[in-house]
């Protein structure tokens, strides 16, 4: 266990939200557990998708997950499923998360939805509460996308959204193809696409998440809720000139990819106002090749990040960002080729849920505040087959994928209530229905 976040989580917590079988103690302890699984010099956790790290701290999970009764399984994509039965069969209410990390990333994004969700069964588990359906709690595999660019696989892998034509297209930054990545990690490429589930087995799934911005912290309260998830569409760019010496070659003539890569990156910045007040556009990873000082690239790699919550804006800021990739490299005499790398439909949440949700919220004295989640979730992929809710935890600072990543335990424990509520309230209905 890392003392220090276990520690500093339980230094800021009073106890007063310790009820109805519900333990902040308990959350902290296991926070810090996950946090010195490939803990890092600086606070933070490197646990890549399909990583020794992410299995470890997957069977960790698996160990508590057993000692809270739950029948646990692990699927072929490494999606952990703990399942407890109801009073009833039928459809099950599931929750959960992820817990791989970006490099060097924070202890809460990810680990804190499967958590929550099992300090969820805990509490219910201890005030001998029987849910009337069954209740699955799981840990989806490489949600980050750090591994092979292409995140929420697990989720995908599940809802049956992944062909094998995709899954042998991927290789990481070693050159391992998805392959031999999912070979080590113990399954296969077959047995990965074998984890699609009937999606009439779950009928609704919840996920908690911190923010991972400040509107939360900006507004004073603990969590909210989520309305909708933007989609994202993520787009390669691979820009190809000629390499030269940078003291041999004469400025005329050269064709220079970086100088392409770099006016079009600077005028992405400036597209997404164009449509709408919501959509955001970033280049956030850049391959230059062969990288030296005194070396013309050959080469530039990056990828474009494109997100809305409104898919015609998002689509339509996608093909702007393709002409002017095409315009840019034309203007240096290099040439681009464009590939759409994931393309994902902005998910809303139901009317009738957020209303459910927003009650629950006022019941518990917490002001409903509504908003949209820029980023993508395991939740978005699952809300694409099954109704779905996301509520988000404050994130302090707004700060994510870093080590400084922080929620306070106050915050934490009193979205395990919300959701513990909202879970009984939503099993209730789904039971009734069943009838
Ligand atoms: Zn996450």
Redesign the pocket.
């Known amino acids: 266990m890392r003392e220090s976040v276990r520690d500093r989580l339980l230094a800021g917590y009073d106890g007063a939200a310790d009820r109805d079988g519900v333990s902040g103690e308990r959350l902290a302890e296991r926070l810090a557990t996950l946090a010195s699984i490939g803990e890092t010099e600086d606070g933070g956790v490197n646990r890549p998708g399909f990583s020794a790290e992410e299995k470890r701290a997957k069977e960790q999970v698996i160990e508590w997950m057993r000692e809270a009764g739950l029948d646990v399984r692990m699927d072929g994509a490494g999606n952990v499923i703990g399942r407890l039965e109801g009073k009833a069969d039928g459809l099950a209410f599931a929750a959960g998360?992820?817990v791989d990390s970006v490099p060097n990333g924070g202890n809460f994004?990810?680990p804190l939805?499967v958590l929550s969700a099992l300090e969820v069964v805990e509490a219910w588990k201890e005030t001998g509460y029987e849910p009337p359906v069954p209740v699955e709690v799981i840990i989806f595999s490489e949600?980050?996308g750090s591994r092979f660019g292409a995140g929420i696989m697990g989720s995908q892998a599940m809802t049956g959204d992944l062909s094998r034509e995709a899954l042998t297209m991927l290789s990481d930054a070693n050159g391992n193809s998805f392959e031999e990545v999912i070979g080590a990690y113990g399954t296969s490429v077959d047995a990965f696409l074998e984890a699609a589930r009937d999606p009439k087995e779950i009928g609704f799934y919840a996920e908690i998440?911190?923010e991972?911005g400040k509107l939360l912290e900006q507004a004073g309260l603990p969590a909210g809720i989520v309305k909708g998830i933007a989609g994202p569409a993520w787009l390669n760019a691979v820009f190809r000139g000629t390499a030269g010496h940078a003291g041999n070659t004469p400025m005329a003539g050269r064709r220079d990819p970086l100088v392409a890569a770099g006016r079009f990156v600077h005028e992405v910045s400036s597209l997404p106002a164009r449509f709408s007040d919501t959509a955001v556009a970033t280049v956030g990873k850049l391959n230059v090749s062969p990288n030296g000082a005194n070396v013309i690239p050959e080469q530039v790699a990056l990828t474009v990040d494109i997100r809305d919550l409104d898919k015609t804006a998002r689509d339509g800021l996608l093909q702007k960002v393709r002409e002017t990739a095409e315009r840019c490299a034309a203007d240096s005499g290099v040439e681009v080729l464009l590939e759409l790398a994931s393309s994902i439909d902005p998910v809303p949440v139901t009317d009738e849920v957020r209303e459910e949700l927003g009650e629950v919220f006022e019941e518990a004295g917490v002001r409903p505040m509504e908003f949209m989640s820029g980023?993508g979730?395991?939740a978005m992929i699952l809300g694409r087959h099954v109704p779905m809710a996301m509520i988000f935890v404050k994130s302090i600072g707004g700060i994510?994928h870093n080590p400084a990543e922080w929620s306070d335990l106050e915050d934490c424990i009193a979205a395990v209530h919300l959701l513990k509520r909202f879970a009984e309230q939503r099993m209730e209905k789904m039971a009734a229905h069943e009838d």
Do not use: L, N, V
């Open positions: 998360s992820h994004d990810g939805g949600e980050e998440h911190i991972q980023a979730h395991d994510s």
